[in-house]
Nanobody, 125 residues
Framework: VQLQASGGGLVQAGGSPRLSCAAS????????MGWFRQAPGKEREFVAA????????NYADSMKARCTISRDNAKKTVYLQIHSLQAEDTAVYLCAAAPRWDRVAVTTTQLYEYWGQGTLVTVSS
């Protein structure tokens, strides 16, 4: 599975960008998909995940009120809509694919087999 994230850039504080992650290769709907982010000098952290069929989601506590994960299996794409951007949201956002859904395990990087290159979101004040 190859993953290509897009939708980042310089965004004003308070903005609501939608990030996309397009997949190619194996059957997309077989994979749970996750979004992580990594700020400069910080560890990679979980943001959100969605099951292969889209029926289950999980969010980091810090983000559940401000983001929505969704997927379109026909387009082989997963989305992350972020609302009310804050300065601390500046990070590289990475998408990843996991072979199964586990509500707890999807919050950890170890479950994921494939990673995209990430898209940088920079929040300007």
């Amino acid at each position: 599975v190859q993953l290509q994230a897009s939708g980042g850039g310089l965004v004003q504080a308070g903005g609501s960008p939608r990030l996309s992650c397009a997949a190619s290769g194996r059957t997309f709907s077989n994979y749970a998909m996750g979004w992580f982010r990594q700020a400069p000098g910080k560890e990679r952290e979980f943001v959100a995940a969605i099951s292969g069929g889209g029926g289950f989601t999980n969010y980091a506590d810090s983000m559940k009120a401000r983001c929505t994960i969704s997927r379109d299996n026909a387009k082989k794409t997963v989305y992350l809509q972020i609302h009310s951007l804050q300065a601390e949201d500046t990070a590289v956002y990475l998408c990843a694919a996991a072979p199964r859904w586990d509500r707890v395990a999807v919050t950890t990087t170890q479950l994921y087999e494939y990673w995209g290159q990430g898209t940088l979101v920079t929040v300007s004040s």
